[in-house]
Every structure is written in C-alpha cells, then in structure tokens.
C-alpha cells in the first residue's frame, strides 16, 4: 500500500539556519511527489511538486526538494529559513499510475523558528 | 484566476446537528476532491468527483457524509448527524486530470 513518513513530528530552527525536512515514501510505480504547507489559520499551499526529469525540484518561498529513487525520498530543504516559514509542512504521493487522482499525506513537520 | 472556495470558514455546530459544507472548484477543473484532517491527524483523501460522477468514494467514513455535485460544478458535502470525532478541517482541492490539486483555505468545523 502507499505511504508516506515524515519521520520528524516538531522542528525547531533558528532564523537564518538552514533547513531539511525529512519525508520517505512506499509506492510501487514512478510517484508524483508534493509538499505542500499549512500556514496558521490558513488552507494548503503548493510548494513544489516533481513529477519527471530532473531530480532537483526549485519552489516557492526559496524551497528546494530532490528526489531521490534508491533512497524512496523526497526531502524538503530551505538554506536560509526565515520566521514567516513557521507552519506545518506536507509530503504527499500521487496515487495511482499514469496520472493520479488522489493525494496521500505524511503527517505533517510541524516547524517552529527562533529568532 | 481565482482560487478554490470554501464556505463556511469556521462553524461550531452541537452533537447531531447538520452541517453543509461547500466548495467551489477552480473554472474548467472537472476534478474535485474532499479532504479532512481531524484532530492533528494526517490530512485523509474522503472522495473524488469528475465532473458530477463520484469516481473514487473510497474515503468517506461513513453513511452521515453525503457529498453531492450538481451540475458538475460546486459541490456540498453534508454530515448528518454530527458527532464529536467529525470536528476538524475539510479541505476542498480541485485540478485538471493529471495535473497539480489546488486545495482551498478549509473548513474548520467544531463539533459541541
């Protein structure tokens, strides 16, 4: 069955540093793979999704993700985080091949930044 | 462009009351989509509509939800009786086949 782990509940960075949100994925064909992010009070953003080609993804807000096939990953990696990127973070997987219809979601990274 | 709409935003409702939820899709997506997340838990794919047809309702956790697409265009989702574990944010998404779902701000319903 599909799956996704976001092995990290809480994070917890400081202004400026650097970011990797961690997420694995179970899915038998080529994913479709997202992150998306749920600011306070507010709905889902789309920050950067892969689809095919190139395993380094470039998204919103200066959010990057790689793929990565051996390891079943999708990290989510930010050089420079600042205090607005405080929200709770998604990877999701595309189910279904040649195409999807439907999201399945990890948990949720939920990230917290001190000045 | 405008986005996916949800209303209502907010609705505190008591124990075995009736909540109607509704969506409007982004124009031209025939895909549209119920999510939920209750409780912190992981955000839960309910069903799938194209155009007015369910095509996937596999999610739905029981007969008190009745999602509905007249028209195949907005689209309502009604619990009936409410119970308390129904408390959460309903998400609404909407795309074209194969392509990115865009979700909308959510419904965050609270059951009394």
């Known amino acids: 069955a599909q799956s996704v782990t976001q092995p990290d509940i809480h994070i917890t960075v400081s202004e400026g540093a650097s970011l990797e949100l961690r997420c694995n994925y179970s899915?038998?064909?080529?994913?479709?793979l997202f992150w998306y992010v749920q600011s306070p009070g507010q709905g889902l953003q789309l920050l950067l999704k892969y689809f095919s080609g190139d395993t380094l993804v470039q998204g919103i807000k200066g959010f990057e993700a790689e793929f990565k096939r051996s390891q079943s990953s999708f990290n989510l990696r930010k050089p420079s985080v600042h205090w607005s990127d405080a929200a709770e973070y998604f990877c999701?997987?595309?189910?279904?091949?040649?195409?999807?219809?439907?999201?399945?979601f990890g948990a949720g990274t939920r990230l917290a930044v001190h000045p | 462009e405008a986005g996916v709409t949800q209303f209502p935003s907010h609705s505190v409702i008591e124990k075995g009351q009736t909540v109607t939820l509704r969506c409007d899709p982004i124009?031209?997506?025939?895909?549209l989509y119920w999510y939920r997340r209750v409780m912190g838990k992981e955000i839960k794919f309910l069903l799938h509509?194209?155009?007015?047809?369910?095509?996937?309702e596999s999610g739905m956790p029981n007969n008190r939800f009745l999602a509905e697409r007249t028209g195949g265009t907005y689209s309502t989702l009604k619990v009936q009786p409410a119970e308390l574990e129904d408390s959460g944010v309903y998400f609404c998404?909407?795309?074209?086949?194969?392509?990115?779902?865009?979700f909308g701000e959510g419904s965050w319903l609270t059951v009394v």
């Open positions: 899915y038998g064909a080529t994913p479709y």
């Open positions: 124009s031209g997506h025939d895909n």
């Open positions: 998404a909407s795309s074209l086949l194969g392509n990115t779902i865009y």
């Open positions: 999701a997987v595309g189910a279904q091949s040649g195409g999807y219809n439907k999201l399945i």
């Open positions: 509509f194209v155009k007015e047809s369910k095509q996937d």
